[in-house]
């Protein structure tokens, strides 16, 4: 079974400053993986995405990942963090096979806190 | 396109008491997920629904039930609710051949 590990809880950065949030996964078989977002009081926003092709892949509100098989990561990135980013962030993996039978598995999250 | 509603917001139940949650998914959509999210956690899997039937279960017990309707809306269901059940419950919808789920915005229930 596939499992993520997010390995900060806590990620306190200034405005403007880069930021990388760890994740790894334990898979021996072909790898989906996401990284969500969620702001207070709210739900799940899909930041990304890699399912094939490019290990670089970019997503919404300028963030990106690299998936690197050799090393079992997916960890997200940002150039320049604004005061809005501030929020949790979750990395997932689909567990179970085939068709619509795909459950998430979440780690455990990284409170991005950005400050003025 | 409309996204994915859930329905109330916010509650509060006594323990022992029983609790229904209601989502509508997105559009052309007919896979709808339930997970639990306690304060300071990730997300975890209860279940699963796909064309009306369960379609894969996590570790919870059996007072937690669910159906899906012909319009691929959802119910979920927790009999003689726990303290511990308090949590963000997500709701999250997919189509049947694609990975990724699209989810509500939650309905915070509070066991007192």
């Known amino acids: 079974a596939q499992s993520v590990t997010q390995l900060d809880s806590q990620v306190p950065v200034f405005e403007e400053a880069p930021v990388e949030l760890r994740c790894n996964y334990s898979s021996s078989v072909s790898v989906y993986l996401f990284w969500y977002v969620q702001y207070p009081n709210q739900g799940l926003q899909l930041l990304l995405k890699y399912l094939s092709g490019s290990t670089l892949v970019k997503g919404i509100n300028g963030f990106e990942a690299e998936f690197n098989k050799s090393q079992t990561s997916f960890h997200l990135r940002k150039p320049s963090v604004h005061i809005s980013d501030t929020a949790e962030y979750f990395c997932a993996a689909p567990t179970g096979s085939g068709g619509s039978n795909y459950k998430l598995t979440f780690g455990k999250g990284t409170l991005l806190t950005v400050n003025p | 396109e409309t996204g994915v509603t859930q329905s109330p917001t916010h509650l509060i139940k006594t323990r022992g008491q029983q609790v229904t949650l209601r989502c509508s998914s997105q559009s052309g959509h007919n896979t709808v997920s339930w997970y639990q999210q306690a304060l300071g956690q990730g997300p975890q899997f209860i279940f699963q629904y796909y064309r009306e039937e369960e379609n894969g279960r996590g570790n919870f017990p059996p007072r937690f039930s669910g159906l899906q309707f012909p319009n691929y809306s959802s119910e979920l269901n927790v009999n003689a609710l726990e303290l511990d059940d308090s949590a963000l419950y997500l709701c999250?919808?997919?189509?049947?051949?694609?990975?990724?789920?699209?989810f509500g915005q939650g309905t915070r229930l509070t066991v007192v």
């Open positions: 999250a919808s997919s189509a049947a051949l694609n990975t990724e789920a699209f």
